[in-house]
């Protein structure tokens, strides 16, 4: 059974930072690009971040480049989510994902980690 759970969110103040994790399981991890979305009630999920199967290329949302590093490790089959400099505009819910490097209609997803950023 594949599997990818979130965790590391949580309740931080404006400017703090958290550390998500995307842990898998059930899958050959290597094959698959992997990437962070989120989503705020009554928004369209919007893509954060992703990083490829290797790990030699990744992306950002602009409105997270400079704040925001994903990372993957292979050996321990997780990918993680640096978010520094928090602000208000970053509260949503943090989904990962992951697609097969090939065959792209293979796509998993985690069930989201919360993220409120607030004073």
């Known amino acids: 059974q594949v599997q990818l759970v979130e965790s590391g969110g949580g309740l931080v103040q404006p400017g703090g930072s958290l550390r998500l994790s995307c842990q898998a399981s059930?899958?050959?991890?290597?094959?698959?690009?992997v990437s962070w979305f989120r989503q705020v009630p009554g928004k369209e999920r919007e893509l954060v971040a992703g990083?490829?199967?290797?790990?030699?290329?990744?992306n950002y949302a602009d409105s997270v480049k400079g704040r925001f590093t994903i990372s993957r490790d292979n050996t321990k089959n997780i990918v993680t989510l640096q978010m520094n400099s928090l602000n208000s505009e970053d509260t949503a819910v943090y989904y990962c994902?992951?697609?097969?490097?090939?065959?792209?209609?293979?796509?998993?997803w985690g069930r989201g980690t919360q993220v409120t950023v607030s004073s």
């Open positions: 059930g899958l050959v991890f290597g094959a698959f690009d």
């Open positions: 994902s992951g697609r097969h490097r090939v065959y792209s209609i293979i796509e998993y």
């Open positions: 990083i490829t199967s290797t790990g030699n290329s990744t």
